[in-house]
């Protein structure tokens, strides 16, 4: 997952985009190049998803459709208009879920880096523990309160801490 959110990094979305629309086109020739043989309009999935961070939900459904007239298009199938509504449905609403996924986690990680900031400036102490009763954060407040041997709270079970 750390690969892929450094992939949809934004500083990466134009070289993303320039990559994206230069696999559609190889595929392209490639399906029509091999047209009589096999069709790899399937393929058409993967570029779009990879755009789909960077681009208006309008524009993911653009080139879904535009890919799907593409996979139709060179199809040694006779022409299907439901096969091409399918098609269409698939790959944009493929983009389109990869699109809510990346928005979300962005969303996740910029309201994770604001109550991180909330925490660590409050002057209130603030500790955080996990399910195992570990110390997972604590703000400058608690250290001072709490006032740990090695100075630091992280790690440390909150149990020693606590009247029994």
Same mark, same amino acid.
């Given at each position: 997952?750390?690969?892929?959110?450094?992939?949809?990094?934004?500083?990466?979305?134009?070289?993303?985009?320039?990559?994206?629309g230069?696999?559609?086109?190889?595929?392209a020739?490639?399906?029509?190049?091999?047209?009589?043989?096999v069709?790899?309009?399937?393929?058409?999935?993967?570029?779009?998803?990879?755009?789909?961070?960077?681009?208006?939900?309008?524009?993911?459904?653009?080139?879904?459709?535009?890919?799907?007239?593409?996979?139709?298009?060179?199809?040694?199938?006779?022409?299907?208009?439901? &096969?091409?509504?399918?098609?269409?449905?698939?790959l944009?609403?493929?983009?389109?879920?990869?699109?809510?996924?990346? &928005?979300? &986690? &962005?969303?996740?990680?910029?309201?994770?880096?604001?109550?991180?900031?909330?925490?660590?400036?409050?002057?209130?102490?603030?500790?955080?523990?996990?399910?195992?009763?570990?110390?997972?954060?604590?703000?400058?407040?608690a250290?001072?309160?709490?006032?740990?041997?090695?100075?630091?709270?992280i790690?440390?079970?909150?149990?020693?801490?606590?009247?029994?």
């Amino acid at each position: 997952m750390v690969s892929l959110e450094r992939l949809w990094n934004e500083r990466n979305r134009n070289p993303v985009l320039i990559i994206s629309g230069t696999i559609i086109l190889i595929i392209a020739v490639v399906d029509w190049w091999t047209k009589p043989y096999v069709s790899l309009g399937f393929l058409y999935l993967f570029p779009i998803m990879f755009a789909a961070a960077f681009l208006p939900r309008w524009l993911v459904a653009l080139i879904g459709l535009f890919c799907a007239v593409l996979a139709e298009e060179f199809s040694s199938l006779e022409p299907s208009l439901v &096969r091409l509504m399918f098609v269409t449905l698939a790959l944009v609403g493929c983009g389109l879920f990869v699109a809510e996924l990346v &928005r979300n &986690r &962005r969303l996740s990680l910029a309201s994770q880096a604001r109550l991180k900031v909330l925490v660590e400036t409050s002057p209130a102490a603030i500790v955080t523990v996990d399910e195992r009763g570990f110390i997972e954060l604590a703000n400058a407040a608690a250290v001072e309160l709490l006032n740990p041997r090695g100075g630091d709270l992280i790690g440390d079970p909150i149990a020693a801490f606590l009247p029994e």
